[in-house]
């Protein structure tokens, strides 16, 4: 591979380019400040790869994501969600025996310490679900307080990723029990991992959750979807507080709180608040694209645009399949699917959206089809971080994997004042 050539202030540097398994390239900048003094500028990483990674490859010209190779399309119907976050993890699918062991792990681990459950009585009724699931990961370290960065023993990560992936579900579960006043629903061994899931949030005592297969289906669907897209802000946030060497909880806390914002995963619950002011406040779809065209406003058409994607989001071409499937099984009459319908078709349509590639991303589908599981809009981004959790995993495995390790520091350029000296108060 030629190396790329630099000409700064009469001299030249070369700098090698790598190449990616898929053609991309790389220019490498490792040593550009030793050798040049220089250092690049690249404010939200818009050009600037993090990494090298062999977990998910995204081709956002073309609309692609693959896990570990595997189309995301094949993934979405074939696959489980446990199964897909084993391949993401440990690099390929599970053998028989590999996935029973996988899945014991997780029917293991699925309840959390019962003195946990004092925890949630500390929270308002009103705390947002996401304030709490970061929380209770990070309290996961308080109670199971062997880390793999200290023995780096393989048994120890498969342990704490086991913990992790099932002990969130119960998490989330439970806060939402939580927040509507119903005792908890313990885990049962015989559920797979979503339809336990949708039984510890629906079921009660007095009125039992009655499983819909093309419901349990649509959830383990979502989840797949979510479960990785490389380098985004919640997973290097991942990376980055994890290249501290701090545990993985604690990271995976960090990309919880990151996740929650409404650019990144929070968009699907502002994707709902948006349909409902338009059902509810009189706004016309027509009203709501020109507001998030104008630049004096800081409204967004949320569920539209991404950093990767100048295509349609192939995440959310799935989705709307299986929400066309529910609706039409449920005989669902929803105005938000309408609206939604409308208001996609108004800005594919629209300049402003097509001259900049602006496509609906995940997070635009996602809500209406969470909606229809009964599930409350402030628990969508909850399900994102239960979807987006092995990504995570998988990306802080590799990161420790890959030696020599080395912690995430980034530099700036500094425009702050130049020297002056202090003055007293009295002198000011
Ligand atoms: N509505 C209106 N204008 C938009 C939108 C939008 N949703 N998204 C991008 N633009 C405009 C933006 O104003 C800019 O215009 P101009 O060139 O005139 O300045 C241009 O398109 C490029 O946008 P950008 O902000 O430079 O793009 P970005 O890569 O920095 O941001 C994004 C990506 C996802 C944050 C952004 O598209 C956005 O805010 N979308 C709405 C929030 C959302 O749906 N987020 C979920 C993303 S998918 C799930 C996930 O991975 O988190």
Request: glycine share 6%; hydrophobic share 35%; proline share 5%.
């Given at each position: 591979?030629?190396?790329?050539?630099?000409?700064?202030?009469?001299?030249?540097?070369?700098?090698?380019?790598?190449?990616?398994?898929?053609?991309?390239?790389?220019?490498?900048?490792?040593?550009?400040?030793?050798?040049?003094?220089?250092?690049?500028?690249?404010?939200?990483?818009?050009?600037?790869?993090?990494?090298?990674?062999?977990?998910?490859?995204?081709?956002?010209?073309?609309?692609?994501?693959?896990?570990?190779?595997?189309?995301?399309?094949?993934?979405?119907?074939?696959?489980?969600?446990?199964?897909?976050?084993?391949?993401?993890?440990?690099?390929?699918?599970?053998?028989?025996?590999?996935?029973?062991?996988?899945?014991?792990?997780?029917?293991?681990?699925?309840?959390?310490?019962?003195?946990?459950?004092?925890f949630f009585?500390?929270f308002p009724l009103t705390a947002h679900p996401m304030a709490i699931l970061s929380t209770m990961v990070?309290?996961?370290?308080?109670?199971?307080?062997?880390?793999?960065?200290?023995?780096?023993?393989?048994?120890?990560?498969?342990?704490?990723?086991?913990?992790?992936?099932?002990?969130i579900r119960t998490i989330a579960a439970y806060s939402y029990k939580h927040s509507i006043g119903e005792?908890v629903?313990?885990?049962?061994?015989?559920?797979?991992?979503?339809?336990?899931f949708l039984?510890m949030m629906f079921?009660?005592?007095?009125?039992?959750?009655?499983?819909?297969?093309?419901?349990?289906?649509?959830l383990?669907?979502l989840l797949?979807?979510h479960?990785?897209?490389?380098?985004?802000?919640s997973?290097?946030?991942?990376?980055?507080?994890?290249?501290?060497?701090?545990?993985?909880?604690?990271?995976?806390?960090?990309?919880i709180c990151a996740l929650w914002g409404p650019l990144h995963g929070g968009a699907n619950q502002q994707v709902i608040d948006m349909l409902e002011g338009?059902r509810d406040?009189?706004?016309?779809?027509?009203?709501?694209?020109?507001?998030?065209?104008?630049?004096?406003?800081?409204?967004?058409?949320f569920g539209?645009?991404?950093?990767?994607?100048?295509?349609?989001?192939?995440?959310?071409?799935?989705?709307?399949?299986?929400?066309?499937?529910?609706?039409?099984?449920?005989?669902?009459?929803?105005?938000l699917?309408?609206?939604?319908?409308?208001?996609?078709?108004?800005?594919?349509?629209?300049?402003?959206?097509?001259?900049?590639?602006?496509?609906?991303?995940?997070d635009f589908y996602s809500g209406i089809l969470y909606r229809i599981m009964g599930i409350p809009s402030d628990m969508y981004t909850v399900l994102f971080a239960i979807g987006r959790?092995?990504?995570?995993?998988?990306?802080?495995?590799?990161?420790?994997?890959?030696?020599?390790?080395?912690?995430?520091?980034?530099?700036?350029?500094?425009?702050?004042?130049?020297?002056?000296?202090?003055?007293?108060?009295?002198?000011?």
């Open positions: 591979m030629k190396d790329a050539i630099l000409r700064y202030d009469g001299r030249e540097y070369a700098l090698p380019v790598v190449e990616g398994s898929e053609g991309e390239r790389a220019v490498d900048i490792a040593n550009l400040r030793n050798d040049s003094g220089l250092i690049t500028l690249d404010v939200g990483y818009q050009n600037t790869g993090s990494c090298k990674s062999a977990i998910t490859f995204i081709d956002g010209d073309r609309g692609i994501l693959r896990y570990r190779g595997y189309p995301i399309e094949e993934l979405a119907e074939l696959s489980t969600f446990p199964e897909t976050a084993f391949l993401l993890i440990y690099g390929h699918l599970p053998s028989r025996e590999e996935r029973a062991v996988f899945s014991q792990r997780l029917t293991e681990n699925s309840m959390i310490h019962e003195e946990m459950l004092r009585d500390g990070n309290a996961l370290a308080v109670y199971y307080p062997r880390y793999f960065t200290d023995d780096w023993e393989v048994a120890t990560f498969d342990l704490m990723a086991a913990r992790l992936i099932s002990k005792p629903v313990y885990p049962r061994h015989d559920l797979n991992y979503c339809a336990n039984y079921n009660s005592p007095v009125k039992p959750y009655d499983m819909d297969e093309d419901i349990v289906k649509a383990n669907a797949i979807l479960a990785d897209h490389e380098q985004n802000c997973t290097s946030t991942v990376r980055l507080v994890g290249s501290s060497m701090v545990n993985l909880y604690s990271s995976i806390c960090a990309g338009i406040q009189g706004l016309t779809v027509r009203k709501c694209i020109e507001q998030a065209k104008d630049k004096n406003s800081r409204f967004r058409l539209f645009g991404h950093r990767v994607y100048k295509n349609y989001d192939p995440r959310a071409r799935i989705l709307k399949d299986k929400l066309d499937l529910l609706v039409r099984k449920f005989n669902v009459k929803e105005p699917v309408d609206i939604a319908l409308e208001l996609e078709q108004a800005a594919l349509t629209d300049d402003y959206f097509i001259e900049r590639k602006l496509y609906p991303n995940v959790l092995p990504g995570w995993i998988a990306q802080w495995k590799e990161m420790h994997d890959t030696l020599p390790f080395r912690i995430g520091r980034p530099r700036q350029v500094y425009t702050g004042e130049t020297l002056r000296s202090y003055v007293p108060i009295d002198a000011r």
